[in-house]
């Protein structure tokens, strides 16, 4: 995770600042974590999968790629997750539709 703050920090446009949304996971709340002081870390409520697009990502990998099968191997996991993942990279837009909240768009 601090590997990847130090990126996203790089990325930030000279004296811009980052709001990162996250979920609670331990790794991104660790009092350890160094966060860069371009960025400020905005956790999601607990319990609150319905607020974090990526959950919705992970959903689709799922229900597309990744379900109803038997892996022969670990390789095998590792292989079609990644064939999954290649296939959705592939597809900005569709990132982008699955990743919307309807009621973030209402007026």
Known sequence: MAAQLEEVSQAVAPGA?????????????????????NITLLPLPPRSPELNP?????????????SNRIFGSYEQIVDHCCDAWNKLIDQPWLIM???LRDWAHRS
Do not use: F, M
């Open 17 to 37: 600042h980052a709001v990162l949304l996250l979920d609670q996971a331990g790794w991104h709340v660790s009092p350890k974590l160094k966060v860069p002081a």
């Open 54 to 66: 990526v959950e919705t990502v992970w959903q689709y990998i799922r229900d597309n790629w990744l």
């Open 97 to 99: 539709s699955i990743g």
